[in-house]
């Protein structure tokens, strides 16, 4: 699977680890940045991770900023993209299973490495439930 990767300065070690923990469970990580902790905007990074899901060149996205709450705000803004901010395992998961969420946000500041590995990973394990939820996702689209 590819995954998309974005960040600002705030959550740029968190990106790191995540990096390394998916690539060592086999898939394709796209990083869009940034590359250091020096201040940077975080929608010059996250939007170009998001449209990557929103085109089809990677199959989900990964963002991460001081809180997450701008980089979930930005994600979203992408046709397409229905990006969930987590912050423990259930949150994960019904990300996936409850709004078929493809892009997580995360908030480094707020959510520690081990817990946010944690919760991608529970995640990515998770199935989308259908029926009722397809519905209720059908209508964020019109």
Same mark, same amino acid.
């Given at each position: 699977?590819?995954?998309?990767?974005?960040?600002?300065?705030?959550?740029?070690?968190?990106?790191?680890?995540?990096?390394?923990?998916?690539?060592?469970?086999?898939?394709?990580? *796209?990083?869009?940045?940034?590359?250091?902790?020096?201040?940077v905007?975080y #929608?010059?990074? /996250? @939007? #170009?991770?998001?449209?990557?899901?929103?085109?089809?060149?990677?199959?989900?996205? /990964?963002?991460?900023?001081?809180?997450?709450?701008? +980089?979930?705000?930005?994600?979203?803004?992408?046709?397409?993209? @229905? %990006?969930a *901010? %987590?912050?423990?395992? +259930?949150?994960?998961?019904?990300?996936?299973?409850?709004?078929?969420?493809?892009?997580?946000?995360?908030?480094? @500041? &707020?959510? #520690?490495?081990?817990?946010? /590995?944690?919760?991608?990973?529970?995640?990515?394990?998770?199935?989308?439930?259908?029926?009722?939820?397809?519905?209720?996702?059908?209508?964020?689209? &019109?």
């Open positions: 699977m590819k995954i998309s990767l974005g960040t600002d300065h705030a959550g740029y070690t968190h990106k790191e680890a995540v990096k390394t923990h998916l690539a060592g469970l086999g898939h394709e990580v *796209l990083d869009f940045g940034t590359d250091s902790v020096e201040a905007d #929608p010059d990074y /996250i @939007r #170009p991770a998001a449209e990557a899901v929103s085109t089809g060149e990677s199959d989900l996205g /990964i963002v991460f900023g001081g809180s997450g709450n701008g +980089e979930a705000i930005t994600a979203n803004k992408v046709k397409g993209v @229905r %990006c *901010l %987590c912050w423990n395992i +259930e949150t994960g998961e019904l990300a996936k299973q409850h709004n078929n969420a493809n892009v997580l946000s995360f908030g480094a @500041r &707020q959510t #520690p490495i081990d817990d946010v /590995i944690k919760i991608i990973d529970a995640w990515l394990g998770a199935e989308f439930e259908g029926g009722r939820h397809l519905r209720r996702i059908n209508k964020i689209e &019109q």
